[in-house]
């Protein structure tokens, strides 16, 4: 996920439990540069058989422990799912609730990592009509829905902060219904409004929508690219492998990003662990560089 010049690669010798992260050396750089990954990671009361939570819950630590992003998005995560995932988010700030408010029901909200970014503000906005309200489902939505948002301060190497918006960014997290299709048209035109008059933006997570569908087109409509077709457009792999598909299905996850953004790598991780999908979803990974505005 991470350039060499940034970060070396390491190797993920144990993945017999959830267990802490090793410890990374931290790399100077001297570009706004930030490592995102968005992870549907599957509820864990689903009746999965070999696939269950407990058969996987070791190999989605693994790869959020290999690949290290400093902003997560994590969607379908119930509280114990993220509990047995302690150890492995240790190094990480949880923003925002369940989409059933507080703790009740599946989390699709961000973790940031404590040492690679500086959060600066967050928040969160059900994806309904009434935004402000806790649970809220909109539209034909089969479920509540929503997104959690962070303004964070990307580190470029400099010793001083020349400006109170100095480079920052705002990044979403999110999961669109997967029934409504109007709910998922109206959720991202809602996201884009919502991101106007902001930061430059990055919305990660399971849009349920493939990249040419009405809701991706809402993004682009307002200038806003997935990065891995950027990155990769040869790329046909998908990301709902459904626990079934090696080309991963549909691809329904995805990083978009903002015009000031620059890809420098972008991932559809389609690891197998002896026979064993970490998750019935391939999470996906961004490396974003963050532009000078225009004129400066």
Request: with cysteine; glycine share 8%; net charge negative.
């Amino acid at each position: 996920m991470i350039p060499a010049l940034l970060r070396p690669w390491f190797l993920v010798l144990g993945l017999s439990a959830c267990a802490s992260p090793e410890v990374q050396e931290v790399q100077p750089r001297n570009l706004p540069i930030v490592e995102l990954m968005t992870f549907n990671i599957r509820y864990g009361t689903a009746r999965d058989g070999d696939f269950s939570w407990p058969a996987r819950c070791q190999h989605v630590a693994a790869v959020i422990r290999r690949e290290y992003p400093e902003v997560l998005a994590i969607q379908e995560g119930l509280a114990f799912q993220l509990e047995d995932l302690a150890d492995v988010l240790a190094d990480y700030t949880k923003l925002g609730q369940h989409r059933d408010g507080g703790m009740r029901g599946e989390f699709s909200g961000l973790y940031v990592r404590k040492d690679a970014v500086q959060l600066l503000d967050s928040g969160e906005l059900w994806l309904s009509p009434t935004p402000e309200q806790v649970g809220s489902k909109g539209w034909d939505a089969a479920l509540p829905r929503m997104a959690v948002w962070a303004d964070v301060r990307l580190d470029d190497g400099s010793s001083h902060q020349s400006t109170e918006h100095h480079n920052v960014v705002r990044i979403y997290g999110t999961h669109f219904d997967h029934r409504g299709e109007q709910a998922r048209l109206e959720s991202a035109k809602l996201l884009v409004e919502h991101a106007k008059g902001g930061p430059p933006a990055v919305f990660l997570g399971d849009f349920n929508a493939i990249e040419t569908s009405a809701p991706m087109m809402a993004f682009v409509a307002d200038s806003y690219a997935s990065a891995v077709a950027t990155w990769d457009p040869q790329n046909t792999l998908g990301t709902f492998n459904g626990f079934k598909r090696a080309d991963g299905g549909r691809r329904i996850d995805h990083v978009i990003y903002a015009p000031r953004f620059l890809v420098h790598d972008a991932h559809i991780l389609d690891d197998c662990f002896d026979g064993i999908w970490p998750s019935d979803h391939f999470p996906v990974t961004a490396v974003l560089e963050l532009l000078p505005a225009p004129g400066l």
